[in-house]
């Protein structure tokens, strides 16, 4: 088995020498390093190139002289790679020694498993332990129950869980989740994740594999340690106009799944997954009828009862919303 290391940079020469050396420190080194740069300003190319000469796998630094942005530059690495396992790698991060070991068990002891993620010890800027794990913000213990039960899919299509710093998946899946779209509320990682979980299983490994750092420069960060401000476009919108914002980003997210899902059927090597996809098709559609008609609530109260009505007999709210909280919500918003 060929483990194919992917990480995209992007001026990271501050933590990049520390997580070049836990990749090297590995139990199991990987088979190669692939490396794109997005137009780095600082030492982040050097850095890397200098790291080349000293180990005894394969880097491949790729360089960007205008930048993609995060999505297409992951999906740039993506493109690169041909081993039967990749595995994803932030710039700023530090990986434990047998990560790559527990990645290559997982896949040989678990050949229906397409993608797997791990739990991450928290560290500051400095590197000092904040005592805390990545899953006690990101991943709650009603998800996890899901998850094990096979309810991934429906889990991932709302809720964005998987990090792709603690992420791999098998290489023969590559095709299935490129090109990555960059106009959806999605990055790179959640859409691996989603679109790989509609024909394969995932796997979890409780085990902190990686510690993950928080700092005021990473690109996307985890609550209550984000650096994201609030968003001026909706200062003078109301609650209603915010939330309907939030759906129509909602559906375009489905709508992209929908039509990925689609091609995947239509593909001469889908007939194992056929019966899967269809279901999985079936359930993004109603998926967007249901945030159409919570996302196109009118303002006044009295004219949305007819929907809301409509939507919780046919069972909507239940399966796809929070049953009656989500009712009561919509009719007095």
Same mark, same amino acid.
Request: glycine share 6%.
């Given at each position: 088995m060929k483990i194919s290391v992917v990480m995209a940079t992007r001026n990271g020469a501050r933590y990049l020498p520390e997580q070049l050396q836990s990749i090297a420190n590995q139990l199991r080194l990987p088979d190669e390093l692939i490396v794109c740069d =997005?137009?780095?300003? *600082?030492? &982040?190319?050097?850095?890397? $190139?200098d790291f080349t000469a000293s180990v005894p796998f394969v880097v491949r630094l790729y360089t960007n002289q205008t930048a993609l942005g995060v999505v297409k530059n992951y999906e740039q690495a993506l493109g690169h790679c041909s081993a039967d396992v990749i595995v994803l790698c932030d710039q700023d991060d530090l990986w434990r020694p047998e990560k790559l070991v527990r990645v290559e068990e997982t896949f040989s002891r678990r050949p229906n498993v397409g993608l797997l993620f791990s739990d991450a010890d928290l560290m500051d800027q400095q590197g000092t332990s904040l005592g805390e794990r990545l899953w006690q913000y990101t991943f709650r213990k009603k998800h996890q129950t899901q998850i094990r039960s096979g309810k991934a899919f429906e889990v991932l299509i709302q809720h964005h869980i998987v990090t792709g710093a603690t992420m791999a998946f098998r290489g023969g899946l590559r095709q299935t989740v490129l090109p990555i779209p960059s106009h959806i509320p999605l990055l790179h990682d959640g859409w691996i994740a989603l679109i790989i979980s509609s024909i394969a299983d995932l796997a979890m490994l409780e085990d902190p594999l990686i510690t993950y750092r928080l700092h005021s420069e990473q690109h996307s960060?985890?609550?209550?340690?984000?650096? &994201?401000?609030? *968003? *001026?476009?909706?200062? =003078?919108?109301?609650?209603?106009?915010?939330?309907? @914002?939030?759906?129509? +980003?909602?559906?375009?997210?489905?709508r992209a799944v929908h039509e990925r899902l689609t091609a995947m059927l239509r593909d001469a090597d889908a007939g194992p997954f056929e019966k899967k996809l269809q279901q999985r098709i079936a359930y993004v559609e109603a998926l967007i009828?249901?945030?159409?008609? @919570? +996302?196109?609530?009118?303002? $006044? $109260?009295?004219?949305?009862? @007819?929907?809301?009505?409509?939507?919780?007999?046919?069972?909507r709210y239940h399966r796809y919303s929070k049953g009656f909280l989500s009712v009561v919500k919509d009719l007095t918003i």
């Amino acid at each position: 088995m060929k483990i194919s290391v992917v990480m995209a940079t992007r001026n990271g020469a501050r933590y990049l020498p520390e997580q070049l050396q836990s990749i090297a420190n590995q139990l199991r080194l990987p088979d190669e390093l692939i490396v794109c740069d =997005d137009a780095s300003s *600082d030492k &982040t190319r050097e850095i890397i $190139r200098d790291f080349t000469a000293s180990v005894p796998f394969v880097v491949r630094l790729y360089t960007n002289q205008t930048a993609l942005g995060v999505v297409k530059n992951y999906e740039q690495a993506l493109g690169h790679c041909s081993a039967d396992v990749i595995v994803l790698c932030d710039q700023d991060d530090l990986w434990r020694p047998e990560k790559l070991v527990r990645v290559e068990e997982t896949f040989s002891r678990r050949p229906n498993v397409g993608l797997l993620f791990s739990d991450a010890d928290l560290m500051d800027q400095q590197g000092t332990s904040l005592g805390e794990r990545l899953w006690q913000y990101t991943f709650r213990k009603k998800h996890q129950t899901q998850i094990r039960s096979g309810k991934a899919f429906e889990v991932l299509i709302q809720h964005h869980i998987v990090t792709g710093a603690t992420m791999a998946f098998r290489g023969g899946l590559r095709q299935t989740v490129l090109p990555i779209p960059s106009h959806i509320p999605l990055l790179h990682d959640g859409w691996i994740a989603l679109i790989i979980s509609s024909i394969a299983d995932l796997a979890m490994l409780e085990d902190p594999l990686i510690t993950y750092r928080l700092h005021s420069e990473q690109h996307s960060g985890i609550k209550p340690f984000s650096q &994201t401000g609030c *968003d *001026d476009n909706v200062k =003078d919108m109301s609650r209603l106009a915010i939330r309907s @914002r939030y759906y129509a +980003g909602e559906i375009e997210k489905l709508r992209a799944v929908h039509e990925r899902l689609t091609a995947m059927l239509r593909d001469a090597d889908a007939g194992p997954f056929e019966k899967k996809l269809q279901q999985r098709i079936a359930y993004v559609e109603a998926l967007i009828s249901h945030f159409n008609a @919570r +996302g196109g609530l009118p303002q $006044r $109260r009295w004219h949305r009862k @007819r929907i809301v009505l409509k939507e919780l007999l046919a069972l909507r709210y239940h399966r796809y919303s929070k049953g009656f909280l989500s009712v009561v919500k919509d009719l007095t918003i």
